[in-house]
């Protein structure tokens, strides 16, 4: 059964900093990795989505890295803001079984302070 | 781009009453739904799998006749609680496959007092 961790639970910085989310999954048979936001009380918007062939994806201020063989992602967030606070949610296709739904961590709540 | 919408966005009902969530997804052909819970402070977990035209797929531990899903058009999958309880309380999402990722709705948030 695949399993996602994220790492921190939480974090609170100063608005400037350079940050990086962990997230590790247990099933490396994945066939792809998402990074999504999620603002309190609503759904989820998509960040980044890399695929297994692919080590990296970057979009604006974000980057997101992929090492299937470790079972690893991270996603670096530049200049941070605070328009940034949100929590971050990482995401593996199921293993297993006839679902095709995601498996998610638990989030990472970040807050950057002004 | 595809968009998600849901309605509605919140609801407080009785226990005992039946609740039924709207999942559209609008410019986007969907045979594929998905809904999910997200229960305070957890992450999301999926519930089942909207198959258009045939029946839905149900994970481990959902009954299937409580939560009752239909997906009559590749536009719109809906999903009843019946016969709610507060512990069905929760935070209700629906998603679409694409391409390019996955999509997630707005959510609805249900409360059962």
């Known amino acids: 059964k695949q399993e996602v961790t994220q790492i921190p639970a939480a974090l609170s910085v100063p608005e400037g900093e350079n940050l990086v989310l962990n997230c590790s999954f247990t099933d490396s048979a994945i066939y792809n990795l998402q990074w999504f936001r999620q603002d309190p009380g609503k759904g989820l918007t998509s960040l980044l989505l890399i695929q297994s062939s692919q080590r990296e994806q970057t979009s604006g201020r974000l980057n997101a890295s992929l090492d299937k063989s470790s079972g690893r992602s991270t996603l670096y967030i530049a200049a941070s803001q605070p328009g940034d606070s949100a929590t971050y949610l990482c995401a593996v296709p199921y293993s297993g079984g006839g679902a095709d739904g995601l498996t998610f961590g638990k989030g990472t709540h970040l807050i950057i302070q002004p | 781009g595809a968009v998600v919408s849901q309605h509605p966005s919140w609801v407080i009902c009785k226990s005992g009453t039946s609740v039924k969530i709207e999942c559209r997804s609008l410019?986007?052909?969907?045979?594929?739904m998905f809904w999910y819970r997200q229960f305070p402070k957890q992450s999301l977990m999926l519930m089942a799998t909207s198959n258009e035209g045939s029946k839905a797929t149900y994970e481990q531990g959902v009954e299937k006749d409580k939560f009752l899903i239909n997906h009559a058009s590749l536009t719109l999958s809906t999903l009843t609680v019946t016969s709610a309880h507060p512990e069905d309380s929760s935070f209700y999402i629906c998603s679409l496959k694409r391409e390019k990722g996955r999509l997630f709705g707005p959510g609805t948030r249900l409360t059962v007092l």
């Open positions: 410019d986007f052909q969907a045979t594929t």
